[in-house]
């Protein structure tokens, strides 16, 4: 039977390519990838010329039927998605559970990722940490889920486009305990790399001086007793 790698690909700095990435991608069968003209790019600059098939958000489910099919076939496969790691609000997550179902092997590539690269350079407390991606754009989920980071004690990742930042920090604003802290990486990796930190008012007073471009991961620090017990007092 074939292997199933997971192949974390850069998040903006081309150099964030591992040895061991570029020698699987060389090597395998097969490259499932999320979009392939953009995976295609990165090929190219790194000479890898090995045959694409497409595995995104809309075709995930009819994609991992012709994955473990290959597999079978003694076929090696790589899955990769547009940048950073597989599956952490990328499509894969159900590729990887159909081949673990079908009971084959599945080799993951550690890489890189937005969420742990924001959080370790954050300077709020690394561990416990929550990962919640992107939050619901859907008003009622969207509300739980904030009530949800806004009451752990863990620091929270979240990831948010560019275009949606300002309203999500207004958001936040209006939960949150206006002493918290907050931590904006913005372009990780890249030439315009920046980190915003401060307090909820004066990140939102930020994002209100200018205008919001690149992407974004955001790092809240966990709540404290002394806000748990105020926000509890204005509940009741
Ligand atoms: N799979 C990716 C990973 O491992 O980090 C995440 C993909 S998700 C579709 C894209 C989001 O990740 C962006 O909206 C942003 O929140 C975050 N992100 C990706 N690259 C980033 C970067 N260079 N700087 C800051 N945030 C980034």
């Not at 497409?54 to 076939?73: A, D, F, G």
């Not at 790691?85 to 599945?106: H, K, M, N, R, W």
């Not at 980190?195 to 809240?220: S, Y």
């Amino acid at each position: 039977d074939g292997v199933l790698y997971l192949v974390p690909t850069p998040i903006g700095n081309l150099e964030d390519m591992t040895f061991r990435a570029i020698r699987i991608l060389k090597e395998v069968d097969w490259i499932a990838a999320e979009d392939t003209r953009n995976t295609m790019k990165l090929c190219h600059h790194f000479e890898i010329d090995t045959p694409m098939m497409s595995t995104h958000e809309h075709n995930e489910m009819e994609s991992r039927e012709q994955i473990v099919k290959k597999l079978h076939n003694g076929e090696n496969i790589a899955l990769v998605s547009d940048a950073g790691t597989p599956c952490i609000s990328d499509p894969g997550q159900y590729v990887v559970q159909a081949v673990i179902e079908a009971g084959l092997p599945v080799v993951p590539l550690p890489g890189a990722n937005a969420a742990v690269t924001a959080l370790i350079a954050s300077g709020l407390t690394p561990q416990p940490f929550l990962f919640y991606g992107f939050l619901s754009r859907k008003k009622k989920e969207r509300e739980q889920q904030m009530q949800d980071v806004l009451n752990r004690s863990e620091s929270v990742i979240l990831y948010e486009s560019p275009h949606h930042l300002k309203q999500t920090l207004d958001d936040l604003k209006k939960w949150m305990h206006e002493g918290r802290r907050i931590v904006l990486a913005r372009e990780l990796t890249k030439r315009y790399e920046q980190w915003i930190r401060g307090t909820i008012g004066e990140v939102v007073q930020w994002a209100e001086d200018g205008e919001v471009r690149g992407e974004f991961c955001l790092v809240i620090e966990g709540i404290n007793e002394e806000e748990e017990a105020v926000l509890q007092a204005e509940w009741w």
